[in-house]
């Protein structure tokens, strides 16, 4: 089979010629996804040069078509040679796939005309979900002693973490704090989801969601917990020559855009590499020697990411960052770039790549769908490494979605 893909003014038309089987399905879902992962949500698939097409050939149509419906997009088949047509009506999808689609104004509208400003390598279109949305910052338990492992069980609170919620720290889900004594690891909270990575060998992250009137709890050694609306949601897509835009410079647009020196951030955007670090084992766990995050025993209790990982995945994003000089923030948030104009504390975790919708999305939908369609593949601490030569740099993303809320109060408890 041959493909051919060509950008009209108000789609993407592929073409296709030869024969739609097994054998060939699988590379027009690869140009299918390629498509899609480029933003594009209106696709024309011209078949006048089809000359058979199998059931394998229909299952593609109707993923497509429901895929592209879901984005708030269209898939049509146009210009279909007989053998195609003959399957379409015979299989009852004609209507479906062969229909008139409607023009670009009668697609889902959104609650509120976006304002569009570029800043830096981003091109950003921004929509107020939450007019007057604040938050408030809660910051539980002393990171600093994170460094020579100096937490006990008693140490930890127990936190219930809601859908208003965004939290990042090291926390572990169990029945009470001697429980996770020995699973304390990297935890992240955003939308109504709890992430935790527990270090008790499994190196496998576990989940809670709000449901109902379930709310997840979960006990922290410390924890940073911002609470209210998120007040905009930014779609960002990178310009101009770069390809991938560092979490520095989507962190930045994202203050500059609130409007606040410091502020809760929530991200879901397509990852060209992810760059971390995650505890290997609990800092409260029976037996914890002092400064075991000295070299070289550093080995054995933290993982890092020594080059880009989950390139190509969708990672949720969750943390505070600040332009500012904030004395209450100390411990809890690091420079993310090079000079140190911003700095913030994000942990990420990687999902399964899925194409995002169009416009402003609802944080909580967009979240519960998340874990309904995709699968969790890890979580980190995004950390930067600006050494010369040999440092990673940072976290980079193409594109995707940020809510953003000033933070109003900051309080600490148990500094």
């Not at 089987?21 to 006048?48: H, K, P």
């Not at 539980?140 to 859908?163: F, T």
Request: aromatic fraction near 6%; glycine fraction near 10%; hydrophobic fraction near 45%.
């Amino acid at each position: 089979m041959e493909i051919q893909r060509s950008k009209k003014a108000e789609h993407t038309e592929i073409r296709l010629h030869g024969r739609l089987d097994a054998s060939w399905c699988g590379q027009l879902e690869a140009e299918l996804d390629d498509v899609i992962r480029a933003g594009e949500t209106r696709v024309r698939l011209q078949m006048s040069q089809v000359a058979f097409m199998s059931s394998a050939g229909i299952r593609v149509l109707l993923k497509y078509l429901k895929m592209l419906k879901g984005l708030g997009g269209t898939f049509r088949v146009v210009d279909p040679s007989k053998a195609v047509s003959t399957v379409l009506e015979l299989s009852g999808l004609a209507g479906l796939l062969l229909g008139s689609e409607p023009p670009p104004a009668t697609l889902a509208a959104q609650a509120t005309e976006p304002s569009e400003i570029a800043i830096g390598p981003l091109r950003c279109s921004v929509h107020n979900v939450a007019a007057g949305g604040s938050l408030r910052c809660r910051l539980a338990g002393d990171p600093s002693r994170l460094g020579n492992a100096q937490y006990a069980p008693a140490d930890a609170r127990a936190v219930d973490l809601g859908p208003n919620h965004l939290a990042v720290g090291i926390g572990a889900f169990g029945q009470d704090a001697e429980d996770c004594a020995g699973r304390f690891g990297e935890m992240m909270a955003a939308g109504g989801a709890v992430i935790c990575l527990p270090t008790d060998g499994a190196n496998v992250p576990d989940y809670l969601l709000c449901t109902g009137t379930f709310v997840p709890r979960v006990h922290t050694l410390y924890a940073a917990v911002c609470e209210g609306r998120l007040s905009r949601c930014i779609r960002f897509q990178t310009e101009g020559e770069e390809a991938a835009a560092g979490l520095s410079a989507i962190v930045r647009a994202a203050l500059r855009i609130a409007a606040a020196p410091v502020a809760g951030i929530v991200m879901l955007a397509e990852s060209a590499g992810l760059i971390g670090a995650a505890l290997k084992a609990s800092p409260a766990a029976a037996g914890t020697t002092p400064r075991s995050f000295a070299h070289p025993e550093i080995r054995n209790w933290l993982t890092f990411t020594p080059e880009p990982s989950f390139d190509r995945s969708l990672a949720l994003v969750a943390g505070m960052a600040t332009t500012g000089e904030k004395e209450e923030l100390a411990g809890f948030v690091r420079p993310l770039d090079r000079d140190g104009s911003c700095a913030g504390h994000f942990h990420a975790a990687a999902f399964a790549f899925k194409a995002l919708p169009k416009g402003a999305m609802a944080l909580e939908e967009t979240v519960a769908g998340l874990f309904e369609e995709s699968r969790l593949l890890g979580l980190l601490h995004l950390v930067s490494d600006h050494r010369d030569i040999v440092g990673a740099g940072e976290s980079r993303f193409v594109r995707g979605a940020v809510w953003v809320s000033p933070i109003g109060s900051i309080t600490m408890e148990g500094r």
